[in-house]
């Protein structure tokens, strides 16, 4: 099956292993993707899972992916996801792999984001629409932990 991929990438005023460490770490995890819960194992082999809703027992959205790669402070990659929505399941089948990479750069650091595993089906339209506005959020939030922290 023929498949599409969302690639983000920003820079950002703070050291490669400080944005690393929002990647994996529950509580700036919740404060930049507005997850209600999150757990990390960091570690290959790992697992990554957040929840969205106000109750705990039964939540609106749940995400949760095994750690495939991991390589502070440059690397993650995650797959092997299990989605749960109140309103149902994707309207798809897919597998996805998301890998952030972390740089070192002057002043800095810079984050990209690889999703890959959308399905090239009109099916999978307004999903793949909605992750890649979804990623700009997410970085926006990242950027607002940072400037929230200095």
Not at 49 to 78: C, L, M, Q
Not at 82 to 93: E, M, N
Not at 104 to 122: K, M, R, Y
Request: charge should be negative.
């Amino acid at each position: 099956m023929k498949t599409r991929k969302h690639v983000h990438k920003e820079e950002f005023a703070t050291p490669p292993e400080r944005l690393f460490e929002l990647l994996i770490t529950p509580s700036s995890i919740r404060q930049w993707w507005n997850a209600a819960r999150v757990i990390v194992i960091p570690e290959k082999g790992g697992t990554w899972t957040a929840a969205w809703g106000d109750d705990e027992d039964d939540p609106d959205y749940v995400s949760a992916a095994r750690i495939r790669a991991y390589e502070p402070p440059h690397r993650i990659v995650f797959g092997d996801y299990h989605h749960h929505a109140k309103d149902g399941p994707l309207p798809f089948d897919a597998e996805f792999v998301t890998e952030f990479a972390v740089s070192a750069i002057p002043n800095g650091a810079s984050l990209e984001v690889t999703q890959d595993g959308f399905p090239a089906l009109p099916e999978a339209d307004d999903f793949y629409c909605a992750c890649q506005n979804g990623w700009a959020e997410t970085f926006a939030g990242i950027r607002r932990l940072l400037d929230d922290s200095e």
